[in-house]
């Protein structure tokens, strides 16, 4: 009915112009999300601007049909995008600048279309952001719920078919052999695409709000269900066939079998919705007549005009913000001042009756946990009694490094968290006479513990992940530093006595260790 519009010149240079800026700006940041799709729990995000993509060509002839009108309003997520630029830039944190590019993208997009147009692909927009990998600290959060959810299910599971399977944390003990939930098995490589899955799957259903909001909701408990079922079969198919079967075919066929079975859950439940609760015709009807909406088709003159270069003024604007951005980004110096510091191999073993032995990690673990400097030691007293000390030191927590919070790891080794908060602990000579770090008293069987950690950081202690992104974001803009450390001490609560004296035994090593860290950190 319309014939397709000719792009004025002028809009390919403004085009061009805005590739330029943002690809100077965000080529950094978008050449590490690559990298992390390559690991296999952020694969699916290949195919996610290709989804896009089909979204928009979808909507091409409402594109086409609807004039645009040029609104200041996108100036507010434009300003907001470039503010998020800087915290990422400063903070260290990838995640603040991939959503600080999609804020750009849909302020630049609202300043040329007007929100009429832009309401037009809220859909392909929303789904962008299924292309950015999360947050650290969070990725590891998430994948320790959903390792130990997913292994409490399935040894349910296992129970119920009348195997003997018990527990401990993401390990999972048969008997004749132990199954660990590792984070291939986390069930986050299926959880995040099966998610997608619920969300294009209600969109293209498009029916009332309720009913595609139950779809996507649906998907959450989907994705652990099925992989608390996948781990029980791995689990059953060890005791009939052992490893060769479970760990060979059956791990590569069930990842593909969780999505072709969730997907047809999906589908029966849109079955059910149409029987249960049908369309009436007033919303078919209606949906008709959005689809159908008539809309003035915009025309446009294809000659070259250098006035229009410079037309709307939005665009002038946002050019300028831009390359403004681009400049002081390039020109103002933000390099790291890294202080000098003391080896941690210089740690004393010696300190008052404490006497240690010092431990080491294997290297796969120090690149996991990219940390510059590190020292593990078991000290014990007069008595036999231990205090684990472990301290990791960090010379920058700049894109792609950060501290791992040791809140993350315990539960995971089978750590069940009886009592967590934070405790102040009275050390003299520090500010205001105390020191406030983070308590965990943990129990596994019958073994008791009891562990503080805290996170010295340029003067400062923290106690968590949010505090050292906050701050770090802080110093870097005002001390080019964001250099830090984690401090974990642990203590076995012995039988015999309660945890008051693993406390007492606790705080009075913190008392001792503390003054001697200063010399280090």
Known sequence: MNSLLKIRPESCLKGLLYG??????????????ISVWGGADYTYCYIVPFIVLYLIWENRNSLR???SHASWAGLVPLLLGLLFFWMGELAGEYYTLYISSWLVAVGLCWLHMGWHKLKRIWFPLFISLAMFPLPQFLNTKITLRLK???????????????????????????GYTQLQVVDACSGLRYFFPLILLGVLT?????????????????TAPLAIITNGLRIALTGMLYEMWEAKIAEGFFHGFSGWFIFMFSLGI??????????????????????????REEIREETRNSKFEFRRLFSPPQFVAAITLL???????????????IPIKRSFAEFPLKINKWTGGREFMEQKFIDALDLSDYVIVNYEDPMGRS???????????????SIHSPGTCLPGSGWIFNQAGEIDIPTPGFHGGSMRVRRAYTQKGVYRQLAYYWFPQRGRILTNAYQLKIYNFWDALTKHRTDGALVRVVTPVYEGEGPQKAEERLQGFVQEIVPILNQFL
């Open 20 to 33: 330029l800026l943002l690809i100077s700006l965000y080529y950094p940041s978008y050449h590490y999300m």
């Open 65 to 67: 049909q609807t004039i």
């Open 148 to 174: 130990l959810l997913s292994s409490e299910l399935g040894v349910a599971i296992m129970q119920l078919w009348g195997m003997s399977a018990h527990r401990e944390g993401n390990i999972i003990d048969l």
């Open 202 to 218: 209600a969109y293209f259903y498009r029916a009332r709000f309720w009913k595609s909001a139950l779809i996507v909701l649906s």
């Open 266 to 291: 999906l589908l029966l439940e849109i079955w059910i919705l149409n029987k249960l609760f049908p369309e009436s015709e007033e919303d078919i009807a209606s949906k008709a007549k959005e689809t």
């Open 323 to 337: 390359g403004i951005t681009l400049a002081v980004f390039n020109e103002v110096e933000f390099r790291e001042k």
């Open 387 to 401: 205090v684990n000390f472990y301290a990791a030191y960090y010379e920058s927590q700049r894109k792609g490094e």
